[in-house]
């Protein structure tokens, strides 16, 4: 996931970071560093005490260069994923829609990335991917269905 990223977005620099925040798992501090600079990012930890099941508490660590404790947040990442979950059956545990094959889940997953970037309209009638230009009109679905990528 990490290298796809790395591949994905632009280059940081050590005046123009990335950031990155996380749960509690490790695994990203010995991660990140083989892709990114540790000048280049920004990487901090939330970390959620837990007493009864029930959240009592957060620690939010800097890892890796200045990230600001006010700004270690994980609710971005945890609501998208809440949606996915509400809008991609075949991400429910215990459904009889789950995939069988990757493809067929990487397929389902991407149709959605696409309607949730380029039709899902969000501040004043403007979709994500016309917010980034890349389009300039929120997108139908007989455009998606009957267009033809010119090469």
């Given amino acids: 996931m990490i290298e796809k990223l790395s591949e994905r977005v632009k280059t940081p620099f050590p005046e123009d970071k990335i950031e990155f925040f996380s749960d ?21 930890q939330l970390i959620k005490i837990r007493e009864g099941g029930r959240v009592v508490d957060k620690e939010r660590r800097a890892i890796y260069g200045e990230a600001s404790p006010e700004n270690i947040e994980t609710t971005d990442i945890e609501n ?3 949606i996915l979950r509400e809008r991609v059956g075949r991400l429910v545990r215990k459904t009889k829609c789950f995939s069988k094959l990757r493809p067929r889940l990487e397929c389902s997953i991407e149709l959605f990335q696409f309607y949730w970037n380029f039709m899902n309209e969000f ?26 990528p010119s090469v």
């Fill in 24 to 44: 509690g798992n490790n695994d990203y501090t010995s991660v990140l560093p083989k892709y990114f600079a540790k000048p280049c990012m920004n990487y901090g």
């Fill in 80 to 82: 998208f994923n809440g």
């Fill in 123 to 148: 501040k004043k009638g403007k979709s994500p991917a016309m917010m980034e230009g890349l389009t300039d009109h929120v997108w139908t679905w007989h455009e998606f269905l009957t267009w033809h």
